[in-house]
């Protein structure tokens, strides 16, 4: 096997040992939508590092993970519980709802409300401007 392989599993392998902590953390719930019940996987929050972080890590349901790769699949009126994850003490949570937030803004006046409602630290603002969902 090639080492850009080997580096791939060993990568994965660390993901992987995030898997109960973050599952603690979240309750065994999508961190984003709430969703029980439904299969999770974990989310590295972009820009992704070369080694693995816990803190840049989410538990998201798979049909949200699809869509947030694929943001032509979002609609935002199904995202209308961001008011609530904005105030999340989750970094990540907040870097996510963030991003979100400012791609519907586009189009959607309440998604800039939210934003111009909510205190946001300028260091998880920063870092949600660091990548965007497109």
């Known amino acids: 096997m090639g080492k850009g392989y080997e580096a791939n599993q060993a990568r994965l392998g660390v993901l992987q040992s995030f ?5 603690r953390r979240a309750k065994s719930t999508c961190e984003l939508s709430q969703a029980k019940g439904v299969s999770l996987r974990i989310y590295e ?9 816990f803190d840049r890590c989410l538990l998201l349901s798979e049909e949200l993970i699809d869509q947030l790769e694929k943001p032509s699949k979002l609609n935002a009126d199904d995202w209308r519980h961001l008011a609530e994850l904005i105030w999340s003490d989750q970094p990540m ?3 996510v709802t963030i991003r979100l937030l400012e791609y519907f803004s586009k189009q959607h006046d309440w998604c800039r409300e939210i934003l111009e409602d909510a205190y946001v630290d300028e260091e998880l603002l920063k870092m949600a ?3 965007s969902l497109v």
Do not use: M
């Not at 898997?19 to 599952?23: E, H, I, P, V």
């Open 19 to 23: 898997g109960k902590d973050l599952a």
């Open 93 to 95: 949570v907040q870097v």
């Open 45 to 53: 929050v972009p820009p992704v590092s070369v080694k693995p972080d």
């Open 129 to 131: 401007r660091e990548a």
